[in-house]
């Protein structure tokens, strides 16, 4: 059966967890018929009509846009492939999808009885991360960003360096200066991001753990070379005579003016280099590669770099205060959840095998993550001060 109505039912019966597998199967079939975009964007249009946690037209049109680009997409993504996949494969995908979407992209929850499920059956909690980050200059003196006032920071060698009002870092080249050779080296702790403005204009946000070295003087030389450890987002000003070099523990990424995601922490064995825009060449002692907009690199444990496309929703979810994730490990989720809430993961008893998707706001508390994952009935949580304990569910 074909008709709106029949698909607003499905749609709503699933989002209440009440679909057979039959029609689970038959939901997906309807949706990934191109011609039916325009009812999908309907449907999920009258949803949050209904939603009484959805208060403005401007909340309202931004959750809908985001349900239609994001299950589109996945959607598409999974058109796109050649091979025939089986049914579990594909419905996990977009049930992922449908997941991040709902039960956290803008903080409104869903339940049978349509009441707000804000409150949470952890005994503690704990507060996500902020703003901040440790800035050390080639003195050697160490400033605390949270801390300092706005305005000049410090100044060294022509260089003066600038807290706006809205808490980012700023470089300004006042004077021209012989100390090229000065490094300065901004730290993210878990828990923290931040915005810096290098001296050539260029930007970068800081994901949680990691760190950006950098001259002072960034465009003095014929290169601008930084060297990154952890993960942070790229927007490179264009110079066609001093090409911008992102330095990891095991590949460098060439540039002249574009935007890019690097993901390159130590405790990971992979390195994913994400673009956005531009053209950026990756290359380490085996090979070199060139990427087009929407494809990633990613570089083995072997040395070997992969290319495919991008899932630039998930891979930049960080960067637009999204926690998500979809078909990972518990102890990928886990990792995540540790840099961003400055916790420790203790695993007790075997650890589930099972496949995680799901999202919420990077403001909410770590409860709001824990009981999203515990709705899969594969594992269950117990908070402890600053300790996060993950158990297998054995009662699923």
């Known amino acids: 059966m074909d008709t709106p109505q029949h698909k607003e039912q499905l749609f709503r019966k699933y989002l209440n967890n009440e679909c057979t597998v039959a029609e689970i199967r038959e939901l997906l079939d309807l949706f990934q018929i191109s011609n039916n975009e325009t009812q999908l964007k309907t449907t999920i249009g009258d949803y949050f009509d209904n939603d009484q946690f959805i208060t403005t037209k401007k909340a309202h049109q931004a959750a ?20 025939i996949t089986k049914l579990w494969p594909r419905m996990a995908a977009v049930a992922a999808a449908i997941v991040i979407m709902v039960l956290g992209v803008y903080f409104f929850n869903y339940n049978k009885s349509g009441q707000n499920s804000n409150a949470t059956h952890f005994a503690q909690d ?18 605390r960003i949270s801390s ?11 260089i003066k360096v600038i807290k706006t009002t ?38 970068v946000w800081l994901n949680a753990a990691s760190t950006l070295t950098y001259a002072a003087n960034l465009t003095s030389g014929k290169e601008r070379r930084v ?11 264009k110079d066609k005579t001093r090409p911008f070099i992102v330095e990891t523990q095991r590949q460098e990424i060439q540039v002249l003016g574009t935007h890019f995601n690097v993901k390159a922490y ?25 990427l087009k907009p929407g494809q990633q690199a990613v ?25 998500m994730f979809e078909s990972e490990s518990i102890q990928n989720v886990m990792k995540m959840v540790e840099r961003w809430y400055n916790v420790e993961i203790i695993y007790q008893g075997e650890i589930t095998t099972e496949k995680f998707g799901g999202g919420v706001s990077r403001f909410d ?32």
């Not at 300092?148 to 022509?158: H, S, Y």
């Open 299 to 323: 570089l083995t444990q072997a040395g070997r770099f992969e290319i495919g496309q991008a899932d630039q929703v998930l891979d930049l979810a960080w960067k637009n205060n999204e926690f």
């Open 266 to 290: 130590s405790d990971e064995p992979t390195i994913k280099t994400t673009l956005v825009e531009g053209s950026v060449q990756v290359k380490n002692n085996h090979s070199t590669e060139t």
């Open 126 to 143: 704990i507060a996500p991360g902020t703003q901040g980050a440790t800035l050390t200059l080639a003195s050697g003196r160490q400033i």
């Open 365 to 396: 508390k770590v409860s709001e993550v824990l009981e999203l994952l515990e709705k899969t009935g594969a594992v269950k949580f117990k908070i402890e001060k600053r300790k996060i304990y993950v158990m297998n569910n054995i009662n699923k």
């Open 166 to 203: 809205d808490g980012q870092l700023i470089y300004e080249i006042k004077e021209r200066t012989t100390g090229n050779n000065q490094t300065n080296t901004l730290s993210t702790a878990k828990g923290e991001t931040y915005i810096l403005t290098l001296p050539d204009k260029s930007q």
């Open 64 to 83: 809908v846009d985001e349900v239609e680009a994001r299950l589109i997409q996945t959607i598409n993504r999974e058109n796109q492939k050649q091979q």
């Open 227 to 237: 060297k990154l450890q952890g993960e942070a987002y790229f927007q490179i000003t």
């Open 148 to 158: 300092a006032a706005n305005g000049e920071i410090a100044k060294e060698a022509g």
